[in-house]
Nanobody, 117 residues
Framework: QVQLVESGGGLVKPGGSLRLSCLPS????????WAWYRQAPGKQREMVAV?????????DITNSVKGRFTISRDNAKNMVYLQMDSLRPEDTAVYYC?????????WGQGTQVTVSS
């Protein structure tokens, strides 16, 4: 069983930055994909960044945050990060860490990010 715990959310002014962290616990050896999703009030959950194959450094970022958000992994620490720069009010959402193994999907509880002046 794998549990994911996000941290790093909070209130930030437009143009500011935040770094979200995802700390997994349990046996993550079978996880091959890491991603960050977000869900704004009244909207569907959407993927914002993905590391689709842990064997590579390939990442993909959704167009609405491309150039502003970066997903990264620290394999030595078993951490996954989402660096968010130039934040906008429309980035306000609950952000979720996601992991996929050959057996199932895993979700964290989410961390709130609010971008407001």
């Amino acid at each position: 069983q794998v549990q994911l715990v996000e941290s790093g959310g909070g209130l930030v002014k437009p143009g500011g930055s935040l770094r979200l962290s995802c700390l997994p616990s349990g046996n993550i050896i079978d996880i091959h994909t890491w991603a960050w999703y977000r869900q704004a009030p009244g909207k569907q959950r959407e993927m914002v960044a993905v590391s689709p194959d842990v064997r590579t450094d390939i990442t993909d970022i959704t167009n609405s945050v491309k150039g502003r958000f970066t997903i990264s992994r620290d394999n030595a620490k078993n951490m996954v990060y989402l660096q968010m720069d130039s934040l906008r009010p429309e980035d306000t959402a609950v952000y979720y860490c996601y992991a996929k193994s050959v057996y199932r999907d895993y979700w964290g509880q989410g961390t709130q990010v609010t971008v407001s002046s």
